[in-house]
């Protein structure tokens, strides 16, 4: 009976799902009207950080941290249960930056103005390398492997290219209807890709087949440069949880020493 209790309470507790687990962030580059938006994947808006233009957004998972761009190159990484708590900062030598991607070591970014994706070093800004994707890139995603590029035009263009920035050949002509192709997001939980627009986020697959579309849940007509997924993290118990698995052991301590005492 104690071992059940025992099984029951940790899976109770360290299986507790978080709040923002498989959820989009959008972000745009007004900082005064136009918050970073954080929604399900509906498009119902479940939270925001107000006053805080990021027209790129990365997350690390396995550090907790959710990095916003500006348009001038800064980036700040900030706490991912609190947005709005900033925990470091650095500058890179971006012209005009645009969307972002991590890919579990290194922070990637678009210069949409000198036209290449970046590299970049998340502890001092450095850019370690860059290429040319070959057109007007915008958009940005890692999918565990390799990189998602979109173009920043009118039906634009998405291609794939390995961290060496050579192109793998998978590509396709997005299907936005004239809307001009903005942020990208790798949806983890399914191998699909979230791509921003005017007011618009789309839903497609890696062959850019549509699978729908969702408006932006407010009326600020923006264009969504920053897009990320924010999946599931590994079960790790914050102090949150650790409290409350402790307050479980003191009860199962209590039930224990009273079924002893019959």
């Not at 290449?116 to 040319?132: E, H, M, Q, R, Y």
């Not at 920035?165 to 299907?175: C, D, L, R, V, W």
């Not at 209807?177 to 949806?187: I, K, S, V, Y």
């Amino acid at each position: 009976m104690r071992k059940l209790l025992m099984s029951v309470l940790l899976s109770l507790v360290l299986g507790l799902p978080n709040a923002r687990a498989n959820s989009l962030w959008l972000g745009t580059d007004n900082t005064n009207s136009r918050p970073v938006l954080n929604t399900t994947l509906a498009g119902v808006e479940i939270g925001r950080v107000n006053l805080t233009e990021a027209t790129g957004i990365a997350i690390d998972l396995a550090n907790n941290l959710i990095y916003f761009g500006t348009s001038a190159g800064q980036i700040t990484g900030r706490n991912l249960n609190a947005p709005a708590t900033t925990v470091s900062t650095i500058n890179p030598a971006t012209v005009f930056g645009e969307d972002m991607a991590f890919d579990g070591t290194f922070l990637w970014r678009v210069d949409i103005s000198a036209q290449l994706v970046l590299k970049i070093n998340p502890s001092n800004g450095n850019i370690v390398f860059s290429f040319d994707p070959g057109f007007t890139p915008l958009g940005l995603a890692w999918d565990g492997a390799n990189l998602w590029v979109s173009q920043f035009t009118a039906n634009g263009l998405v291609k794939q290219f390995t961290p060496l920035g050579a192109a793998t050949g998978n590509q396709f002509i997005t299907p936005l209807g004239g809307n001009t192709a903005g942020g990208l997001a790798f949806d983890t939980s399914n191998g699909t890709l979230w791509l921003g627009a005017f007011s618009t986020v789309y839903h497609l697959t890696t062959t850019g087949t549509l699978l729908g579309s969702f408006a932006v849940p407010v009326p600020d007509g923006r264009f969504v440069d920053g897009l990320e997924f924010q999946g599931t993290r590994a079960a790790i118990p914050e102090p949150a949880s650790v409290f409350l698995l402790g307050s479980c052991l003191v009860l199962l301590g209590g039930i224990v020493r009273k079924a002893r005492n019959r």
